[in-house]
């Protein structure tokens, strides 16, 4: 917000005016002034180009945020110099409690904060119920305790054009859940978030029927209540043909529940799959590696589970996973040598960036086997905390050309001395490493000052 009193007297003046180009010209000049910037140039090359660019695209984009204070709206005009001069995104404008009509209207994407006001609150879903938000394509309202009664005034609101609807932490329940499904008006959403809001399976059965989720390509039903009867509601839902991102975190799915989505024969696009926390196990695993349909999949979730080397073995080998680029078990029960020798043996995994092994205790196995791979030899981003690692696989992965791309490398809660430390520092193969997460291990100041003399950011 800028801080000259007439200018910001000048700026809330604007948006009780009807929006037009010339509206927006003022406004973003106002903003414009604020700077230190040659004065001439606003008139010479900005002024000109910015009335040409109106003219062409109305309304600009305008996004808003909820003032949890006041209640009252801010809108955030897109510049549209962005591509021409370094600055801020956006450029931020303060909509007093009652805009001039079509301000709202404009408004494409909205974010209203956990910790608005209940009044606030009141006072958003009146406005939706009334189509003041008609032109909304994007509505976030992540923890905003609207409860059963709010999805149900949500349900009934003209949102037509809604393409992205996040509801995550709301206790919407299962009524909630039913008037989202029942509603007329949601039909053109592609990104639904219902994430920890207690749906249960026989929620997930009239969702996944319901016009609301026909056409998505995002569902994110995590930390709810689906269990097993839930994962197959997902599984048959032939209206789900279209995702490419499934999350289905922190639900007791069971290795039951894994095999039916594995099995389905409608979620062939998804590239995303988390499954972090479902109770899922080696016959999961294993159901998941040969399944015919989930051969897209670029992201796969499985932290959190009870795999042993077993299941991890049967990923690895897996040449359906091939397009895997993230890959996350930590905290599984993986205990053996042979699981990471699967992993750095499998050339169907040659296009891991990411790989999470947190928790597993494979000691020095893990960094052993991945230094020395022919294979996964891409990674970006390791993480091995808590994995038992010491010296010695820490000095084989920071000799290995394996880890050459490596950007970030996380080895907390080990037993690293300060002779890995030094192993560590004097690489010359890291040479894209940018950040070493080292805390919680045996080092003493001086293997800290080792690594902190290399141009990484060390956390110890």
Not at 285 to 304: D, G, I, K, N
């Amino acid at each position: 917000m800028h801080d000259d009193n007439a200018s910001l007297a000048e700026l809330r003046g604007r948006v009780h005016e009807l929006p037009s180009p010339d509206a927006y010209l003022q406004i973003i000049k106002l903003a414009h002034e604020q700077w230190e910037h040659e004065p001439e140039a606003w008139t010479r090359i900005w002024a000109p180009y910015l009335r040409e660019h109106l003219s062409r695209v109305t309304p600009p984009p305008v996004t808003a945020d909820w003032d949890p204070s006041s209640g009252a709206l801010f809108l955030r005009l897109e510049d549209p110099l962005i591509p021409f001069y370094p600055m801020d995104e956006w450029l931020w404008v303060q909509c007093v409690s009652d805009p001039a009509p079509g301000w709202l209207e404009l408004v494409w994407s909205l974010k209203v904060p956990y910790d608005a006001e209940a009044s606030a609150r009141a006072t958003f879903l009146k406005r939706l119920e009334e189509g003041r938000f008609a032109g909304l394509r994007h509505l976030y309202l992540h923890r905003a305790e609207i409860g059963p009664e709010g999805a149900r005034r949500l349900a009934a609101a003209p949102l037509g054009r809604l393409t992205t609807l996040d509801l995550k932490d709301n206790e919407l329940g299962p009524e909630g859940v039913r008037a989202l499904a029942a509603s007329p008006h949601l039909e053109r959403v592609a990104h639904l978030n219902l994430a920890n809001n207690h749906v249960g399976a026989e929620e997930v059965k009239v969702l996944v029927q319901a016009p609301i989720t026909q056409g998505l390509t995002l569902l994110q039903l995590g930390g709810n209540d689906l269990g097993e009867e839930g994962a197959r509601a997902i599984a048959h839902a032939e209206g789900l043909s279209q995702l490419t991102s499934l999350g289905l975190a922190t639900n007791r799915l069971e290795d039951a529940g894994v095999r039916a989505i594995a099995a389905s024969e409608h979620l062939g696009r998804v590239e995303q799959l988390n499954l972090d926390g479902t109770r899922c196990g080696d016959s999961g695993a294993r159901a998941l590696a040969v399944s015919p349909e989930l051969t897209r999949l670029t992201q796969l979730y499985l932290s959190s589970n009870r795999l042993t080397g077993a299941g991890v073995r049967a990923l690895a080998r897996s040449a359906n996973l091939r397009h895997l680029r993230h890959l996350t078990l930590h905290y599984n029960v993986v205990t053996d040598a042979e699981a990471a020798r699967a992993i750095a043996a499998s050339p169907h995994l040659a296009r891991l960036t990411h790989l999470d092994l947190r928790g597993n205790h494979q000691g020095d196995a893990a960094a052993l086997a991945l230094a020395a791979s022919r294979h996964v030899t891409r990674l970006r981003h390791l993480q091995l905390e808590d994995t038992r690692l010491g010296d010695e696989g820490l000095t084989a992965l920071a000799a290995s050309p394996a880890f050459k791309h490596l950007t970030s490398l996380a080895l907390g809660y080990n037993q690293i001395t300060d002779q890995g430390a030094l192993r560590l520092a004097e690489s010359t193969t890291l040479s894209e490493l940018e950040s070493i997460y080292i805390y919680h291990n045996e080092l003493t100041e001086v293997g800290e000052r080792t690594l902190e003399a290399r141009p990484w950011t060390v956390v110890t």
